[in-house]
């Protein structure tokens, strides 16, 4: 079965302080990564998909990377703006549907 | 562009009353559509995959149904609920891999 784990749970951030977050993944095949971003209340909003190793994907500050066992979203200079839950989500190759984990919910201070 | 919709946007609901949550999606024709659940603090639970008119997948044994009457429609229903079906409900569509989600239906079950 398909494993996502995703790491810190809770990050909290100063205006302008660069970090990371890390999803681990267990897959037999994989077909793709996804990166989303969650607002409280709404429904997440699709970022990044990433297909092989050493792939990498960029938006504004954000910047998603993929090795054979994980994924990381790298946050550069956040701004409170950034403050979310991100999901991440991986695809297998013998599926059809995503398996998600539970997500990392940064707080951007100013 | 598409766009997805779904209505109500909350909503409070005794135990043992019936359940109709609508999704319908613009701007794209034969989607794959799913609803997923969210619980808070959890992952996305997949409950229900469709590819086309009439065609239901369901992941998760449970007292919902869903049914998807015209392409770009999918509804989720339940004859009565239950104190456990409370949480927030989500509808995506996807032509490849990647999916795009709907803002969502906060139900709570009283």
């Known amino acids: 079965e398909d494993q996502v784990t995703q790491s810190p749970e809770a990050l909290r951030l100063q205006e302008g302080e660069s970090s990371s977050l890390n999803c681990s993944y267990t897959v037999s095949g994989l077909r793709g990564l996804f990166w989303y971003r969650q607002d409280p209340g709404k429904g997440p909003e699709f970022l990044f998909t990433?297909?092989?190793a050493g792939e990498e994907k960029e938006k504004e500050r954000l910047k998603a990377t993929l090795t054979k066992k994980e994924s990381f979203l790298h946050i550069t200079a956040p701004k409170p703006e950034d403050s979310a839950t991100y999901l991440c989500?991986?695809?297998?190759?013998?599926?059809?549907?995503?398996?998600f984990g539970a997500g990392t919910t940064v707080t951007v201070r100013a | 562009s598409q766009t997805i919709h779904q209505w109500p946007a909350t909503l409070v609901q005794p135990v043992g009353s019936p359940l109709s949550l609508e999704c319908t999606v613009e701007g794209t024709s034969n989607p794959n559509l799913y609803w997923y659940r969210q619980a808070a603090g959890r992952g996305l639970q997949l409950l229900f995959y469709s590819v086309g008119i009439g065609q239901i997948s369901s992941e998760v044994p449970q007292n919902l149904s869903a049914s998807r009457p015209q392409d770009r429609q999918f509804i989720l229903s339940s004859k009565k609920l239950l104190l456990s079906d409370s949480g927030f409900y989500l509808c995506?569509?996807?032509?490849?891999?990647?999916?795009?989600f709907g803002p969502g239906t906060r139900l709570t079950v009283t």
């Open positions: 995506a569509w996807s032509l490849s891999y990647e999916q795009y």
């Open positions: 989500a991986v695809l297998s190759t013998n599926d059809y549907k995503l398996s």
């Open positions: 990433l297909y092989s």
